[in-house]
């Protein structure tokens, strides 16, 4: 079974950091593409970062320089370094699996797997 | 950067109604438009994927179809627990992974 649990998230005060963590079970973080995705409280859904099964990385305009994904093969983990953070950044943040369909012929991608979201919640 | 835009922002609708959600697309992305639900203190979850395929488990009351620009989110008899909220997202982009605003659905 598919499973993504967060952890790391809290009260951070500005221009502090976090670190947020995303364990993964039922497969591996190295063959798929993994995400972390947002959402401020009673607001949308806001991608924020993926990468890929080769490594590379890829970020958000608004969290450019600012926040850092790595994984941990060999743990199956994937982590989300929050730095500079500001008020704008309270949210819940999920980890999910950015799976690829095939499909008449086409591939795409779907979060086909998402955590329950860790809280990180930006105040003096 | 593409941006999605749903339509409308919320809805009322009755058990049994039939329920259509717009999402438009800033530029063309072919069928890489993916739905989603979600519900209050939970995470979102996969509806439909490449527009118009139903993932695994989903109820076929659900149905998704356009491409290029437009494009829709039908359920063809509401039930009580579709209640929610419901997004739409675009994976044409790479890496970019954008989000509609959603779509409120709620009892009338």
Do not use: H
Request: charged share 20%; glycine share 10%.
């Amino acid at each position: 079974e598919v499973q993504l649990v967060e952890s790391g998230g809290g009260l951070v005060q500005p221009g502090g950091s976090i670190r947020l963590s995303c364990e993964a079970s039922g497969f591996s973080v190295s063959r798929t593409y993994m995400s972390w995705v947002r959402q401020a409280p009673g607001k949308g859904l806001e991608w924020v970062s993926i990468v890929y099964r080769s490594g590379s990385l890829y970020y958000a305009d608004s969290v450019k320089g600012r926040f850092t994904l790595s994984r941990d093969i060999s743990k199956n983990m994937l982590y989300l370094q929050l730095n500079s953070l500001r008020a704008d950044d309270t949210a819940v943040y999920y980890c999910a699996r950015d799976e690829w369909f095939y499909n008449d012929g086409s591939g795409y991608y779907a979060f086909d797997s998402w955590g329950q979201g860790t809280l990180v919640t930006v105040s003096s | 950067d593409i941006q999605m835009t749903q339509s409308p922002s919320s809805l009322s609708a009755s058990v049994g109604d039939r329920v259509t959600i717009t999402c438009r697309a800033s530029q063309r992305i072919d069928t890489s438009l993916n739905w989603y639900q979600q519900k209050p203190g939970k995470p979102p979850k996969l509806l439909i994927y490449a527009a118009s395929t139903l993932q695994s488990g989903v109820p076929s009351r659900f149905s998704g179809g356009g491409s290029g620009t437009d494009f829709t989110l039908t359920i063809s008899s509401l039930q009580a627990e579709d209640f929610a909220t419901y997004y739409c997202q675009q994976s044409y982009d790479t890496p970019r992974r954008t989000f509609g605003q959603g779509t409120k659905v709620e009892v009338k």
